[in-house]
């Protein structure tokens, strides 16, 4: 059982820079895909960013490539979304999660944990 907390969500204005965090419970971090999704109101939550179990390897939605990076540590069962040059449409709920059995990165229902999300708000 993995437990996973996703924090740094705010309000900014466009233009500017956030970094959400995801803290996981648990010691095997290190086997799980980590992902970040987000779902804006009256939206489908769509894919942003997924990591490798070593963080050597990185994926990226079209809409965010550029200007958000994720990364992790395993170190301290943590992964994070650096998102730079915020538009109001990344306005939305981001949500992490985590995938054992490595599947398409893109899709919600390869995922097998997920957290309780972080408000991100950009206003224009």
């Known amino acids: 059982q993995v437990q996973l907390l996703e924090s740094g969500g705010g309000l900014v204005q466009a233009g500017g820079s956030l970094r959400l965090s995801c803290a996981a419970s648990g010691r095997t971090f290190s086997t799980y895909v980590m992902g970040w999704f987000r779902q804006a109101p009256g939206q489908e939550r769509d894919f942003v960013a997924a990591?490798?179990?070593?963080?050597?390897?990185?994926y990226y939605a079209d809409s965010v490539k550029g200007r958000f990076t994720i990364s992790r540590d395993n170190a301290k069962n943590t992964v994070y979304l650096q998102m730079n040059s915020l538009k109001p449409e990344d306005t939305a709920v981001y949500y992490c999660?985590?995938?054992?059995?490595?599947?398409?990165?893109?899709?919600?229902?390869?995922?097998?944990?997920w957290g309780r999300g972080t408000q991100v708000t950009v206003s224009s």
């Open positions: 990591i490798s179990r070593s963080g050597g390897v990185t």
């Open positions: 999660a985590g995938m054992y059995l490595v599947n398409n990165y893109s899709q919600q229902r390869s995922y097998d944990y």
